[in-house]
């Protein structure tokens, strides 16, 4: 087996739509630069994501170089936002988390509104280095996280998801598979090791960033969610429940935070420290 190398890279500017595939990207103390700096929220404030509305998965999102976004979607065109003026802030919630962001402003509302079929708005996070704290159980004093579901970063392997698709293919919704790894929305994807060695990483080093490796990641319908066609199968959940179920858990990939900061680039080699993470 060669040694492990980071073979891919992916940014999600906004939480829940479809991102890019750098090259290369800045390593920030609260994640990848541009990674889920802006989010959809209902009427209520509550965050939204493909749980509830599966059609996200169709959009897609693209970075500016100043902070902004653009955004296209089939049948929507194209919405492109700048960072908008801190005027004010407004209170948003993600999973138990209140958040102070700044709206994105009316047309972008109207955009997303109109594509999605319900009223929505679209918030920006203008300060991650002090706007929401990472869970205390897992983190050190001062660690911050942006719109992501709970952690800066999170790694896949390609061996596991072999795995996982030999497991798929000698099931019941065979025809599902095999999966690609989108559905898993990795930040990270790491290639060269055995399936699952994951389980047993406690640091990892990416070219010239480390990383944390701090708790396994639970799977949700998301990643039934085909990111194409915005349809719902069995797959992977069906097997996960079956082969990698930790507790109520069902685990595919894993959660980092950074030690540092710097730049990772495709092809960087990837060093492992291993210690046992869960049982």
Known sequence: MRNPVLSAVHV?????VAGCAPSEAA???WGLAGDRRWMLVGPDGRFLTQREHPRLALAAARPLPDGGVRVTAPGGGQLTVEVPE????TAVEVWRDKVDAVSAGAPAAEWFS???????????????ARRRPVHPAYARPGETVTFADGFPLMVTTTASLDALNSLIAQGDHADEGPLPMHRFRPNVVVDGTAPW???????IRIGEVSFRVVKPCSRCVITTTDQRTAERGKEPLRT??????FGDRLVFGQNLI?????TIR???PVEIEKQPVFA
Not at 197 to 203: I, L, Q, T, V
Not at 240 to 245: D, I, N, T, Y
Not at 258 to 262: D, M, Q, S
């Open 12 to 16: 999600y500017p906004v939480k829940s």
């Open 27 to 29: 390593v920030e103390p």
């Open 86 to 89: 801190r005027i004010g802030t």
């Open 114 to 128: 109109g594509w999605l079929g319900t009223e929505v708005r679209l918030v920006h996070l203008d300060e991650p």
């Open 197 to 203: 060695a994951e389980d047993d990483w406690s640091r």
């Open 240 to 245: 996960l429940a079956r082969h990698r179920r």
């Open 258 to 262: 950074p030690e540092g900061t710097g």
């Open 266 to 268: 495709t092809g960087d």
